[in-house]
């Protein structure tokens, strides 16, 4: 039976595939066509001018320059600090206590809108830093610039390399690193030729994560960065919120468009498609290997305590700004900020919970129903499918944001300014993450299941819903998760988007910060903070409940 | 598989679906029965309060969004055939004659119009003042202290190698601060573009940051993060209301001072309500209310009085208003040139 064939006898595949390929084409590839035809068409065809007066000027090659070396340094100094972390969490036996703590501290970051660590690093750092002045005394340093950048965006993004490194190392079977011991190899040397080589994969793949990452944030930068380090995405924000030169604000984008692209091909060809992982059935019992000498786990133990410790420093600072009258000069406790979130703030508060609302069922939904159909059913282009669902997930926001503003902005479909454009933004740029689990959990069950029960008669929608969709449930509650956390917290494509009706946290509290309103901005982070702890801390006790004794762990903060 | 099992699965998943839109829904926001749609670029905290009196007076729910002044005008421009508001509130002058040369707003003289003076308000009614903000230098007393210094007192003060990386300003693609700021180093140049861009140039290595807003420097002034800054008054005092300790002086040579506008947008879909709004502000109804919300704005309505404390700090300061015609002329020649020449030089 051929492909073709199979969309002929299945209506309910048929149409799903129509659909699915209807908004993919809509919100994917009609967005990032315009944004082409911005780019290199005028009034008078094709031009190269745009793309010219870019690679001509040498601030914007400057900016280019400044954000790739960002990136580059944000993707070594996260995933170093990504595996010390995960290093430390899987050899060194902590105590229980000792690893919840950590676990809060990297989970932090991650639940938070990008730039409060921005925040609370401008405070700490500078000529009258907490830190530098007040601690050690320091005057006259700059806060402003590459250092900063780094630090703040290293310590924002590290969790995604932990997320990523913890669960290789954890499967590495000990027993290999035992045996090399017992060889008569040195601990160095058992890490230098086993332990490393084999978490060479995940190593690359968080590198790749969180070079992606920095390449998309224009918020830490746009705090931190000064004018002495102008890097790119927080030029094009400028150039499209300040001047509003959609063609200028297009072009910078573009030009991020090539590293992107880049790092997601070598992330899905080169990274994704190996497998190192030695876990070879539960047969032996295994032996803990005491993989670090006990000065030394001294010494990680003591480095994750010292990184945790600044972490959680920094998220004090901005729940203590959020509770005095003015940092720095009146200190004395008030409410106040939160009162005025919850007066002026309301409305942005409603419509960021009403868009998640929206946002968080539509993306599970359509990252389950994805990937099944991609993992399980042949239809022609189910690869190119796939591809292209990816594509929103793979850039960085700040191209999305632009490439749906000038899409949308104009006839045949005006639709900025509406609550179902950022709905959309959100569902096509997080709902991948609910595509891949769901791939990957279908790929370790039978096909035979969902066969048998076609083979008594069932159609594709009958099997789906009473065969598969429940096995898939995790992966669909995973998605769930992730487009929750960012539908709340995410700003670098949806501030191109907020408008006189629908505006959003995040928002408002890059506006409160780069006025004068601490207060406000640290109260709102607070409340981000904590929505997203309690909304994932219940779907994290669903996923428990989901999950069958044995199958795997599935983060869902996990790319 | 067990049924009870698989209910549960099931379940779980159906409920998410039904409660999170349901949840959405319930939290939708309500609209008033008469609302108006405005753009204010004076920042949340004192255009909120003007709004809720304005609705306590008509009955007229002010919905608005804030963005700095560039970021209005440009949104104003884009929207041009398809308004999403009525009203651009506040902002600097400059802004509001650059409206006028994009052509984007309604003419409409408010009652108060023939009692304003010349300098608050366009001709044709395009748009109307409602208060006059000077610009002013404000710096940290520790950071003085420091130093050494004395508060600056001339344009040139600023220029001392003392301030190196240590003043923070607006950024001139963003905010209407930076733009009055550059007209005033025009003017007080004598309109010499040159001669005003040479000393900006001269004044950069004592830039340490120029911030997306106007406003966005104080904070780090108040705290000693930044030595001192140029600012809108407004956003100066309150800095030193908050209790951060910092001075404000003016330069000898003077320094500009814009009109705040207000505006009717060109094909509004509620003029009416926009109209009844653009009453109220440049009336003293509204300009009266400065001194209760400590909003120091001057008033620019010759009825209403300057709150004395205000009018002390302004005595004997040297300040003259930015030209709106010229500015609206120039305003995008200038900023590229500054883009071109101070920000990236």
């Known amino acids: ?559 | 598989m067990k049924l009870v099992v698989y209910l549960r699965r099931r379940m779980l998943g159906l409920a998410a679906l039904l409660v999170l839109p349901a949840l959405g829904l319930v939290a939708a926001p309500a609209l008033a029965a008469e609302t108006l749609n405005a753009y204010s670029i004076w920042p949340e905290n004192w255009a909120r309060p003007m709004f809720e009196e304005f609705e306590k007076a008509t009955g007229i729910k002010v919905n608005f969004v804030r963005f700095s002044s560039g970021e209005a005008l440009a949104r104003v421009i884009a929207e041009k055939n398809n308004p999403r508001v009525d009203v651009l509130f506040g902002g600097p002058v400059e802004t509001f004659a650059a409206g006028v040369t994009e052509g984007v707003f309604e003419p409409y003289k408010p009652a108060s119009f023939a009692k304003l003076a010349p300098r608050f308000r366009q001709a044709d009614g395009q748009w109307t003042a409602i208060a006059d903000d000077p610009l002013v230098f404000m710096t940290n007393d520790k950071f003085l202290k420091e130093k050494g210094l004395k508060a600056p007192a001339s344009w040139n003060d600023l220029l001392n190698p003392a301030y190196k990386d240590s003043l923070q300003m607006a950024d001139a693609r963003t905010s209407g601060t930076a733009v009055t700021r550059i007209f005033s180093i025009l003017e007080v140049n004598g309109r010499d573009e040159n001669k005003a861009f040479a000393y900006m140039k001269k004044l950069r290595p004592n830039v340490q940051l120029y911030t997306k807003s106007g406003g966005g420097g104080t904070l780090p002034v108040g705290l000693g993060q930044a030595g001192g800054g140029i600012f809108f008054i407004v956003d100066a005092l309150d800095t030193k209301a908050k209790g951060y300790e910092v001075s404000i002086s003016f330069p000898s040579e003077g320094i500009g001072s814009a009109a705040e506008g207000i505006a009717l947008i060109k094909g509004a879909k509620n003029p009416e309500l926009g109209k009844k709004l653009i009453d109220w502000a440049t009336s003293p109804a509204m300009q009266n209310q400065f001194a209760k919300y400590k909003i120091n704005f001057v008033p620019a309505h010759p009825d209403v009085a300057v709150e004395p404390s205000l009018a002390a700090i302004l005595k004997g300061a040297k300040i003259f208003p930015i030209d709106a015609d010229y500015a609206g002329a120039n305003r995008k020649k200038v900023v590229d040139r500054w883009i071109a020449e101070i920000l990236n030089p």
Request: a positive charge; charged letters at 10%; aromatic letters at 12%.
């Open chain 1, 1 to 559: 039976m051929t492909a073709g064939s199979r969309l002929r006898d299945d209506p309910a595949l048929a149409v799903s595939v129509a659909v699915l390929w209807l908004l993919l084409g809509l919100f994917v590839v009609y967005p990032l066509a315009m944004l082409f035809a911005r780019v290199f068409w005028d009034q008078s065809g094709f031009t190269l001018a745009g793309i010219a007066t870019v690679l001509t000027d040498r601030h914007q090659i400057r900016a280019f320059y400044n954000s790739l070396l960002l990136a580059l340094l944000v993707g070594v100094i996260g995933t170093l600090l990504g595996f010390l972390f995960a290093f430390t969490a899987t050899r060194c036996r902590l105590p229980r206590l000792l690893v919840s703590a950590i676990d809060v501290a990297v989970l932090l970051p991650l639940v938070s809108p990008p730039f409060t660590t921005a925040i609370g690093w401008i405070f700490s750092f500078g000529p009258r830093g907490l830190i530098t002045n007040g601690l050690l005394g320091i005057k006259g340093v700059s806060v402003y610039g590459l250092w900063s950048t780094l630090g703040a965006e290293a310590l924002t993004y590290f969790p995604i390399a932990y997320l990523a490194l913890r669960p290789i190392l954890a499967a590495i079977d000990s027993n290999i690193e035992g045996m090399a011991q017992s060889l008569g190899a040195t601990r160095w040397r058992v890490f230098r030729t086993v332990t490393l080589p084999l978490s060479v994969p995940g190593l690359a793949n968080a590198f790749l994560l969180l070079f992606a990452a920095s390449l998309a944030d224009f918020a830490t930068p746009l705090i931190l960065a000064g004018n002495q380090f102008p890097v790119l995405p927080t030029q094009a924000y400028l150039q499209i919120t300040g001047l509003f030169d959609f063609r200028g604000g297009a072009v910078l984008s573009f030009t991020l468009l090539v590293p992107a692209l880049i790092v997601f091909v070598l992330q899905r060809y080169w990274v994704g498609q190996r497998h190192y992982v030695t876990v070879t059935g539960k047969g032996a019992g295994q032996v803990p290997f005491d993989s670090v000498a006990p000065g030394m786990r001294w010494l990680l133990v003591a480095a994750c305590v010292a990184v945790t410790v600044f972490i959680a420093y920094l998220y004090a600072l901005l729940l203590y700004a959020s509770l005095v009258v003015a940092l720095g000069a009146n200190h004395a406790f008030t409410l106040q900020h939160y009162k005025v979130i919850f007066t002026e703030g309301l409305k942005p508060i409603r419509d960021t919970l009403f868009i998640a609302a929206f946002a968080t069922p539509l993306g599970g939904i359509y990252g389950v129903l994805l990937g099944y159909l991609v993992a399980r059913k042949l239809f022609p282009g189910r690869r190119t499918m796939e591809l292209v669902s990816m594509i929103n997930y793979a850039l960085p926001g700040t191209i999305v944001g632009i490439a749906y503003l000038i899409a949308f902005n104009d006839p045949p479909l005006v639709l900025t300014g509406t609550a179902l454009l950022i709905v959309a933004c959100y569902v096509f740029r997080y709902g991948p993450t609910g595509i891949r689990t769901t791939i990957a959990l279908l790929q370790q069950i039978d096909k035979s299941l969902e066969e048998a029960s076609q083979g008594l008669g069932a159609g594709t929608g009958t099997t789906f819903r009473r065969v598969t969709l429940p096995l898939i449930m995790p992966a669909f509650f995973a998605g769930l998760g992730v487009v929750f956390i960012r539908s709340m917290t995410a700003i670098s494509a949806t501030i191109f988007l907020v408008s006189i009706g629908w505006t959003l946290i995040t928002v408002k509290i890059l506006e409160n910060i780069t006025e004068l309103a601490l207060g406000p901005a640290a109260a709102f982070s607070v409340l981000v903070v904590v929505i997203v702890f309690v909304v994932i801390a219940a779907i994290g006790r669903v996923l428990r409940l989901l999950r069958a004794p044995g199958a795997p762990v599935t983060s869902f903060l996990g790319a």
